[in-house]
């Protein structure tokens, strides 16, 4: 799990986006626990890692966050600034092109 701690490091804010890009409006605990599911839990991504991510994303102009109730309960949903979509796009294109990249020189060496 280390190992992938150091390889989220660089990559969550992307991963954010583009879970928010695919599935519209989501709250902290709900893309942790997407993220677990579509990744088989090999990354388990924790509230205290993503909440200070979400905040930074959304003073950066690129969330907006909503907060409404659900079950009785308050909970801020996070979903995408249409108007810096564009940024968003180029953001999500730039890692899939570099993890590409990377897969071909994995390819290479193995």
């Given at each position: ?5 150091k390889?989220?490091?660089g990559?969550?804010?992307?991963i ?6 695919e ?6 605990y ?5 993220t677990?599911a579509?990744?088989d839990?090999t990354i388990?991504?924790?509230e205290g890692?993503i909440y200070p ?9 690129l969330?907006?966050s909503s ?14 600034n249409s108007s ?11 890692l899939?092109q570099?993890t590409?990249?990377?897969?071909s020189?994995?390819?290479l060496?193995?």
């Amino acid at each position: 799990m280390d190992s992938n701690k150091k390889f989220l490091n660089g990559t969550l804010n992307t991963i954010l986006l583009a879970l928010l890009k695919e599935n519209g409006k989501m709250y902290g605990y709900e893309i942790c626990q997407l993220t677990k599911a579509k990744t088989d839990n090999t990354i388990l991504l924790t509230e205290g890692a993503i909440y200070p991510a979400l905040h930074r994303l959304e003073k950066d102009g690129l969330l907006l966050s909503s907060k409404e109730k659900a079950n009785g309960r308050t909970r801020k949903y996070y979903s995408l600034n249409s108007s810096a979509s564009h940024k968003i796009d180029s953001q999500i294109a730039l890692l899939s092109q570099f993890t590409g990249h990377l897969q071909s020189l994995l390819n290479l060496t193995a």
